[in-house]
Nanobody, 116 residues
């Protein structure tokens, strides 16, 4: 059974940085996309950043220039480097994995809180 385990969330002041990690355990093949989503209290879950199997990336407008998604294939791990954090970046951040088979998986989420 494939599992995604996130880490790296926490409390940081505005302007600070955090690095999220998402490690995929179990047998993984034919990855289509790995991505990060977030959900603020009372709001819908939204895409933050995504990376295809070929390495192309896609970012939400509100994080462009501040966040960077990367992947370590050998470790089956995807990262989200978050710089210049703002209070509006506060929320639960979820890792997402889509396989070419169409199966997809979500992590349990990690809380990011940015204080003003």
């Amino acid at each position: 059974q494939l599992q995604l385990v996130e880490s790296g969330g926490g409390l940081v002041q505005a302007g600070g940085s955090l690095r999220l990690s998402c490690a995929a355990s179990g047998s993984i093949c034919n990855i289509n996309t790995m991505a990060w989503y977030r959900q603020a209290t009372g709001k819908q879950r939204e895409l933050v950043a995504a990376m295809s199997s070929g390495g192309s990336t896609n970012y939400a407008e509100f994080v462009k220039g501040r966040f960077t998604i990367s992947r370590d294939n050998a470790k089956n791990t995807v990262y989200l480097q978050m710089n210049s954090l703002k209070p509006e970046d506060t929320g639960v951040y979820y890792c997402y994995l889509l396989l070419r088979s169409g199966f997809d998986y979500w992590g349990q989420g990690t809380q990011v809180t940015v204080s003003s």
